[in-house]
């Protein structure tokens, strides 16, 4: 069965950058849509992007669109998210995800299937100081 396990998290000071991996296992078994979400203690989790990663058709949210990249290195079963320009908002736990969904349902769906993907890490830390 796929496993995904995320790193690359740490604290960082506004402005700052940070790139976060997401090693896949096995993307045969989880599938070609995959995204980032964040969450912090007592919130809902929040969708971050997604990737498409047959294809490599992206998608962000308003929030973090000009400032985070979301790709995928399919050699390597990996997933990144570069994150420039870090602001305190940004401080979260951030998980990984990914699902066999086709890319019709993965570009329209993503974002309010926030808790049905089928694959989930474990979560790094982001923490941005002001």
């Known amino acids: 069965q796929g496993q995904l396990a995320e790193s690359g998290g740490g604290s960082v000071q506004a402005g700052g950058s940070l790139r976060l991996t997401c090693s896949a296992s096995d993307y045969t078994y989880i599938g070609y849509c995959m995204g980032w979400f964040r969450q912090v203690p007592g919130s809902e989790r929040e969708p971050v992007a997604a990737i498409y990663t047959n294809g490599g058709a992206t998608y962000y949210t308003d929030s973090v669109r000009g400032r985070f990249t979301i790709s995928y290195d399919l050699p390597r079963n990996t997933l990144y998210l570069q994150m420039n320009s870090l602001e305190p908002d940004d401080t979260a736990l951030y998980y990984c995800?990914?699902?066999?969904?086709?890319?019709?349902?993965?570009?329209?769906?993503?974002?309010?299937?926030?808790?049905?993907?089928?694959?989930w890490g474990q979560g790094t830390q982001v923490t941005v100081s002001s």
């Open positions: 995800a990914g699902d066999s969904w086709d890319p019709q349902l993965c570009a329209s769906d993503w974002t309010q299937r926030k808790y049905e993907f089928n694959y």
